[in-house]
Nanobody, 117 residues
Framework: QVQLVESGGGLVQAGGSLRLSCAAS????????MGWFRQVPGKEREFVAT????????YYAESVKGRFTISRDKAKNTVYLQMNSLKPEDTAIYYC??????????WGQGTQVTVSS
């Protein structure tokens, strides 16, 4: 099992930037990928971005492509989400996730991001 702790959420004006961090502990050597999802109350959790842990390949949702950047620091077992040009529709609880082959996805507790217009 992998434990995940997110940080870096907050309130920002439209057009501003935030950087989220997610520190992993536990079975980190088994992780195949890490990613970010987000959820608005009353809606399903949606994919934002993912990065393969060993190679570093990245993939983004169309809604954030060109504005968000996912990266990782393998030495710190940490994944980051740099969010630029934020829009009010980016307001959500952002969750970090880690994939371990043969196991269910591991989730963090979430961090609130609020973008004011």
């Amino acid at each position: 099992q992998v434990q995940l702790v997110e940080s870096g959420g907050g309130l920002v004006q439209a057009g501003g930037s935030l950087r989220l961090s997610c520190a992993a502990s536990g079975r980190t050597s088994s992780m195949s990928n890490m990613g970010w999802f987000r959820q608005v109350p009353g809606k399903e959790r949606e994919f934002v971005a993912t990065i393969s842990w060993n190679i570093g390949n990245t993939y983004y949702a169309e809604s954030v492509k060109g504005r968000f950047t996912i990266s990782r620091d393998k030495a710190k077992n940490t994944v980051y989400l740099q969010m630029n040009s934020l829009k009010p529709e980016d307001t959500a609880i952002y969750y970090c996730a880690a994939g371990v082959p043969g196991s269910t996805k591991n989730w963090g507790q979430g961090t609130q991001v609020t973008v004011s217009s």
